[in-house]
T-cell receptor
Framework: QKEVEQDPGPLSVPEGAIVSLNCTYS??????FMWYRQYSRKGPELLMY????GNKEDGRFTAQVDKSSKYISLFIRDSQPSDSATYLC???????????FGAGTRLFVKA | DARVTQTPRHKVTEMGQEVTMRCQPI?????VFWYRQTMMQGLELLAY????????DSGMPKDRFSAEMPDATLATLKIQPSEPRDSAVYFC????????????FGSGTRLTVV
């Protein structure tokens, strides 16, 4: 079993839909939870990060962490075609070493 | 806008040849990572450096891969000899050691070994 599990999709939604992306993990030592966005033929770029449990909102994006369930989510409201990309969850313990990435979920937002 | 620069962007080589990939981290960043991305395995950490010293290269096949930081502005990843299974996108990322999250990735080197 992988330390971080993420459904690779693809996920296809119409423009304006609410998108929910999720990851589960097994290592209770993870403290930092990140979401990266990767456009085709580009490197991943940090979208959001959360420390420990709780919610964090940034514009149309909301990240949620439930450490008791070892489950994290990223919600995208009012999705746009420009949101079409691969979204990777990532996690690390204190010290930032050995960030572990999920497989990534491919998202397509249709106009 | 600070960014991590990787060269070359694309490399096609024959099996058995030596391949060298280069990375210029963001000025001031003291932590550098090498990742490999494939469809099957996703993003895998190969090695990382802090203040130019290698801290962990356990993800790297030691017999053919080597990673170095000759100076603070250059990191290299070398494969010798290359094999078709090494075909992947190799990413370099840099960050600050006091920040435990989020690194800046380069655009990657797409390697094809035929």
């Amino acid at each position: 079993q992988k330390e971080v599990e993420q459904d690779p999709g693809p996920l296809s939604v119409p423009e304006g839909a609410i998108v929910s992306l999720n990851c589960t993990y097994s290592n209770s030592a993870f403290q930092y939870f990140m979401w990266y966005r990767q456009y085709s033929r580009k490197g991943p770029e940090l979208l959001m990060y959360t420390y420990s449990s709780g919610n964090k909102e940034d514009g149309r994006f909301t990240a949620q962490v439930d450490k008791s369930s070892k489950y994290i989510s990223l919600f995208i409201r009012d999705s746009q075609p420009s949101d079409s990309a691969t979204y990777l969850c990532a996690m690390s313990g204190t010290g930032g070493f050995k960030t572990i990435f999920g497989a990534g979920t491919r998202l397509f937002v249709k106009a | 806008d600070a960014r991590v620069t990787q060269t070359p962007r694309h490399k096609v080589t024959e099996m058995g040849q030596e391949v060298t990939m280069r990375c210029q981290p963001i000025l001031g960043h003291n932590t550098v990572f090498w990742y490999r991305q494939t469809m099957m395995q996703g993003l895998e950490l190969l090695a990382y450096f802090r203040n130019r010293a290698p801290l962990d290269d356990s993800g790297m096949p030691k017999d053919r891969f080597s990673a170095e930081m000759p100076d603070a502005t250059l990191a290299t990843l070398k494969i010798q000899p290359s094999e078709p299974r090494d075909s992947a996108v190799y990413f370099c990322a840099s960050g600050l050691s006091m920040v435990d999250y989020g690194y800046t990735f380069g655009s990657g080197t797409r390697l094809t070994v035929v």
